[in-house]
C-alpha cells in the first residue's frame, strides 16, 4: 500500500503518524468512579490500535472532576493518574500506533452531575443551556485562570506518562466553544465581545499549555467550523461562521497549535454531529432515545420536556422536525465527490438482508465527509495539517479528499466502533466495510446507561446475542485496580 495516500505516513512538527487514519474522540463510561481508569479502558484502546488505525485520540479526559461530562470517565487532573495513562499509552504503542490524549471540559455541558458537583455548572455564561436546560454561571477571572492551569497540568501529565501528544477539545459545545462562540459567550469583559476576545481563553490555554511541555511536544486542537447554534432551538443565536474559525484557526496556529481537527455543532450531540439519524421509533434496537434519557432527568429543566417527546409517538414528529431542520437544508447543498460507487459485491451477505446497496450508496451521500468543505477552507488558511471527521468510512472518499486537498487525514468514531478494522479492511483492498456503520447512532444513545458500542442488530444478521457479545468484549480481560496494571 506504499502508493496509496491513506497509507502514507503524517508527518507534524513533532510527530509522524504511520497512516492517514484517526481514531476520533469516543469512549463509554468503562472507567472507575471517582475518575481513576482500569482495565476496560485499556482494552478499550487498544482494540482500534490492534485493528491499523494510526493515531488514537483519546475520549474527553477532563482536567478537573468538575469539568467531567459523566462520572466514570478516567480523568488527568491530579499527578495520580498519570501511571494509569501511561499504562493505556503502552498497550496503544505495542501496535505501532500513536496516542493523542484530549484535554477537556465541559463547562455547562455536562449530562450527569456527579455527586461531588452542584447543579450550577461553570461556563462562559449564566445563561441556561437551551437544549437540555442545562443550569450554569459565568466563570470569574480567578476560574478562568484556574481552569487554564488545569489544562496546563494535564497536558504535562500526559507528557510524563509517555503519550504521544495532546488535543484541546475546543469544538462540539464544551467549555472552550462556550467562551468561542458568538451564540453563546455574553460576557462584557476582557473574554466576550470581539471575536479576539472570545479567543482569550483559548489562547491562554494554547500559552499555558506550550509553557509546560514545551516546544517539542505533539499539541493539536478540535475546533467546531461551524456552530449552528440555532439548530435546534430555532430562535437561538447561530453561533460562530466559517470565516470566524477559519481566523481563529489562524490565531492558534501562531500560538503554537500544530494540528486543527475539523468538527462541527455547538453541543453533543448535534444534527449535524455526529452525522445520521436519531433512533426513536420501533422496536428494543431503536428505542435508544426514550431508553437511554431517563438517566439525564434530573440535570436540567428541560430534560423532562425532551423526554416526553423521546417517549410519546404523538409528541415525536415535534423533536424530528426540529432535529433534522439544519441536516435537510445542508443535504440539499451541493457536496463534493457525489459519483463515488459502493457495489453490491462490498457488503456481506447477512448484511444485504436488511440494507440493499442502494440504501448504503444513499447513506453515505447524506452523511459521509459533512465537514469536509469546511476543512477545505481552514486548510487554506493554515500550514499545519487539517484532520477533517464526519461520518467518514469509504476508501476513495478518503483517498481522494486527502489528494484534492480537502485535508490532511480523517478520523472516525462511530465507523471505527462497527469494524474496529476498518484500516485493515482497506489496507486489504476494500473500498467499504463488509457490514458498514448504518449511522442510526444508537451506539451513542446507548452510552448513558449502557457499555459503548454497536448496537445495531441488522450488522449481526440479526442475532441479538451476537451483538452483545461484541459490545461485552471490552471487559475481556476484567477491570481490576488500577495499580495491578503492571
Known amino acids: ?31 472507575n468512579y471517582d475518575g481513576s481508569g482500569n482495565q476496560a479502558r485499556i482494552n478499550w484502546e487498544e482494540k482500534f490500535a490492534r485493528g491499523g488505525a494510526g493515531a488514537i485520540i483519546s475520549s474527553f479526559v477532563p482536567v478537573t472532576i468538575k469539568g467531567r461530562i459523566v462520572p466514570n470517565y478516567a480523568t488527568i487532573h491530579s499527578d495520580d493518574r498519570i501511571h494509569f495513562w501511561s499504562k493505556v499509552g503502552e498497550a496503544v504503542h505495542r501496535h505501532d500506533c500513536k496516542f493523542i490524549m484530549q484535554l477537556s471540559h465541559c463547562g455547562r455541558q ?74 453563546i459567550n455574553d460576557r462584557t469583559d476582557e473574554y466576550g465581545g470581539s471575536l479576539k476576545n472570545r479567543a482569550r481563553f483559548l489562547l491562554e490555554i494554547i500559552e499555558a499549555v506550550r509553557q509546560k511541555v514545551g ?3 505533539h499539541f493539536q486542537c478540535k475546533i467546531s467550523a461551524v456552530e449552528y447554534n440555532d439548530a435546534v432551538i430555532p430562535w437561538e443565536k447561530p453561533g460562530n461562521t466559517l470565516q470566524e474559525s477559519v481566523q481563529i484557526c489562524k490565531w492558534i496556529e501562531e500560538a503554537g497549535i500544530d494540528a486543527i481537527h475539523v468538527s462541527s455543532g ?12 436519531f433512533p426513536l421509533f420501533g422496536d428494543y434496537a431503536t428505542d435508544c432515545a426514550k431508553n437511554s434519557y431517563d438517566t439525564m432527568l434530573s440535570s436540567g429543566n428541560a430534560t423532562f420536556r425532551n423526554y416526553l417527546l423521546f417517549r410519546y409517538p404523538f409528541l415525536q414528529p ?20 457525489k459519483g463515488l460507487d459502493i457495489t453490491a459485491e462490498s457488503l456481506n451477505p447477512e448484511f444485504r438482508k436488511f440494507f440493499a446497496p442502494q440504501e448504503v450508496e444513499e447513506l453515505l ?122
Request: net charge neutral; charged share 25%.
Open 110 to 183: 455536562q449530562d450527569i452531575e456527579g455527586v461531588e458537583n452542584d447543579h450550577i455548572r461553570l461556563s462562559s455564561t449564566s445563561k441556561t443551556e437551551s437544549f437540555h436546560g442545562l443550569k450554569c454561571r459565568s466563570m470569574t477571572k480567578d476560574e478562568i485562570k484556574d481552569t487554564v492551569n488545569a489544562f496546563a497540568e494535564g497536558a504535562r501529565r500526559a507528557k510524563e506518562a509517555g503519550l504521544d501528544g495532546v488535543e484541546l477539545h475546543g469544538a462540539n459545545g464544551y467549555l472552550i466553544t462556550q467562551f468561542l462562540s458568538s451564540g
Open 266 to 277: 455547538s453541543l453533543f450531540p448535534h444534527p449535524l454531529n455526529p452525522p445520521g439519524t
Open 365 to 486: 451521500r447524506k452523511y459521509q465527509g459533512i465537514s469536509i468543505e469546511d476543512a477545505k477552507a481552514i486548510k487554506a488558511a493554515v500550514k499545519v495539517p487539517v484532520i477533517c471527521t464526519g461520518g467518514f468510512q469509504q476508501a476513495s472518499y478518503i483517498r481522494k479528499a486527502i489528494n484534492d486537498g480537502y485535508c490532511d487525514a480523517v478520523s472516525m468514531a462511530r465507523m471505527f466502533v462497527a469494524n474496529n478494522d476498518l484500516p485493515q479492511q482497506f489496507a486489504a483492498g476494500k473500498d467499504l466495510p463488509d457490514r458498514p456503520c448504518t449511522y442510526c447512532n444508537k451506539c451513542l444513545l446507548n452510552t448513558l446507561e449502557n457499555p459503548l458500542g454497536c448496537y445495531e442488530p441488522a450488522r449481526f444478521g440479526g442475532d441479538y446475542q451476537a451483538m452483545i457479545d461484541e459490545v461485552m468484549t471490552v471487559y475481556k480481560p476484567a477491570p481490576g485496580d488500577v495499580e495491578a496494571l503492571v
Open 215 to 217: 516546544d517539542d511536544f
Open 1 to 31: 500500500m506504499d502508493k496509496d495516500v491513506i497509507f502514507e505516513p503524517l508527518t507534524f512538527r513533532n510527530l509522524t503518524v504511520k497512516n492517514r487514519i484517526f481514531r476520533s474522540n469516543i469512549s463509554g463510561r468503562f472507567d
Open 318 to 337: 415535534i423533536f424530528m422536525w426540529l432535529w433534522y431542520r439544519i441536516p435537510n437544508m445542508r443535504n440539499r447543498e451541493q457536496k463534493p465527490f
